[in-house]
């Protein structure tokens, strides 16, 4: 996931600009939360310089995103002059730094494009110490001026617009396709889950699903969420390609193919070899969890070393709903609509509480190179053994030595 660390100007005893009854250290902190806002819900990471009225040194300001790695950094300001008909939009970039020039171009151009301030004062440089200072493509924007009436009267009014514009600019230089949440129709394929695992594994018990389909939606689960994506999108699509994995079809469980995902050059439904087969339900499940994220336009995408045989770059952002899926994913219209039944239905589902089961559960370890199977007991949706008289749960032991624990066919795995 990228990160972009947002710097509000002055704030706390250092007001910056004043006029018209506005404070530049009050305009740039909501005007950058807001923008803060607009990128999170397109799966960027955002970190702050400020999120309240205090006072911050410049050199702190870039010490914090150096040290949060930050992708891109941002700062925001609002200009003066003592000629009160000076007005406008300029955005500045360090010296020297043509990754930073295209950023600022990048934000300048989409304040102009959507015609929120009507003049343009152009992309410039400058040695500013936050631009200096930072490590990574950086650009300050000075949104219009506090002391000319006109421009004042659209930063105390239209300061949503003012943080759309910047963060559209802001998607604009990371790739990702801007969506406007207001024309959202439908359920966003990047979005959270309304369901636990349980609830989609009682679901699938309920509509007679294969078992291997039951014990996957740990895996559909984990890699999901990893990835920004609904976990629900991912197991109920797999649900409708695979008749829960009953298959019928040309595929079989052997392909570990969950969504009836082709090879690269494509073929038809009927030709067993124009379906790809992956190596384990893992790779499977990542390859269509990678493609969805595609669609969806999320960020990081398209990525490399991606098993998804068909990470078509020009693909990104055509679906960002489920809905929108009909027609692209599968030619029919209501290919989307009927996943996003099965959605609801999923969420509607109630699990049965679960008892504690006794300690002489058998839980299958599958560590490299062997398989164990030790004494445990399940709980609080966590799978626990005892060691020396102290129940541990297993992620939580096998993570602290810095390995990676997923669970697969029914058991833990270590890697």
């Known amino acids: 996931m990228v990160k972009v660390h947002i710097d509000f100007g002055h704030g706390g005893k250092d007001p910056g600009a004043v006029g018209d009854g506005l404070k530049e250290k009050d305009i740039t902190l909501a005007v950058g939360l807001k923008i803060g806002e607009i990128l999170k819900r397109h799966n960027v990471e955002v970190s702050y310089s400020r999120t309240t009225d205090t006072f911050i040194e410049l050199s702190d300001r870039a010490k914090m995103a150096n040290q949060a790695k930050a992708d891109i950094f941002v700062s925001i300001h609002v200009n003066?002059?003592?000629?009160?008909?000076?007005?406008?939009?300029?955005?500045?970039?360090?010296?020297?730094?043509?990754?930073?020039?295209?950023?600022?171009?990048?934000?300048?151009?989409?304040?102009?494009?959507?015609?929120?301030?009507?003049?343009?004062?152009?992309?410039?440089?400058?040695?500013?110490?936050?631009?200096?200072?930072?490590?990574?493509?950086?650009?300050?924007?000075?949104?219009?001026?506090?002391?000319?009436?006109?421009?004042?009267?659209?930063?105390?009014?239209?300061?949503?617009?003012?943080?759309?514009?910047?963060?559209?600019?802001?998607?604009?230089?990371?790739?990702?396709?801007?969506?406007?949440?207001?024309?959202?129709?439908?359920?966003?394929?990047?979005?959270?889950?309304?369901?636990?695992?349980?609830?989609?594994?009682?679901?699938?018990?309920?509509?007679?699903?294969?078992?291997?389909?039951?014990?996957?939606?740990?895996?559909?689960?984990?890699?999901?969420?990893?990835?920004?994506?609904?976990?629900l999108v991912t197991y109920c699509q797999s649900a409708k390609e695979t008749g829960y994995m009953k298959f019928g079809g040309v595929l079989n469980a052997s392909f570990n193919n969950p969504c009836g995902m082709k090879v690269s050059s494509g073929g038809g439904d009927k030709d067993p070899n124009a379906h790809k087969r992956f190596t384990s339900w893992k790779e499977g499940i990542q390859a269509q969890v990678d493609h969805l994220a595609l669609y969806a336009g999320a960020s990081g995408y398209p990525k490399t070393g991606t098993p998804d045989p068909r990470h078509f770059s020009f693909i990104k952002g055509t679906a960002p709903t489920v809905e929108s899926l009909g027609g692209k994913w599968a030619p029919s219209t209501s290919y989307g609509t009927e996943i996003v039944k099965m959605i609801k239905e999923v969420e509607e589902t109630v699990a049965p509480i679960k008892p504690v089961e006794p300690f002489s559960k058998d839980i299958k370890i599958n560590l490299p190179g062997r398989i164990i199977a030790v004494k445990g007991k399940f709980k609080d949706n966590t799978n626990y053994i005892n060691v020396k008289g102290e129940d541990i749960p297993i992620r939580d032991m096998f993570e602290a030595m810095g390995l990676t624990v997923t669970w697969e066919n029914n058991m833990v795995v270590i890697k």
Do not use: C
Request: charged share 20%; net charge positive.
């Open 80 to 231: 003066s002059a003592t000629n009160t008909s000076a007005r406008g939009v300029e955005t500045f970039s360090h010296t020297g730094s043509s990754k930073g020039a295209i950023l600022a171009k990048d934000i300048q151009d989409s304040i102009i494009q959507d015609k929120i301030f009507t003049v343009n004062r152009g992309i410039k440089t400058a040695n500013f110490a936050v631009l200096r200072l930072t490590k990574m493509p950086s650009a300050l924007a000075e949104l219009g001026f506090i002391s000319n009436s006109e421009d004042a009267k659209i930063l105390r009014n239209k300061q949503s617009e003012i943080a759309e514009s910047v963060a559209k600019g802001i998607l604009k230089n990371l790739g990702i396709r801007y969506i406007d949440n207001n024309t959202i129709n439908g359920l966003p394929i990047i979005s959270k889950t309304k369901a636990t695992v349980e609830q989609m594994q009682e679901w699938a018990k309920r509509k007679g699903a294969n078992q291997l389909f039951i014990d996957l939606a740990p895996l559909f689960y984990d890699i999901s969420l990893k990835a920004g994506v609904n976990p």
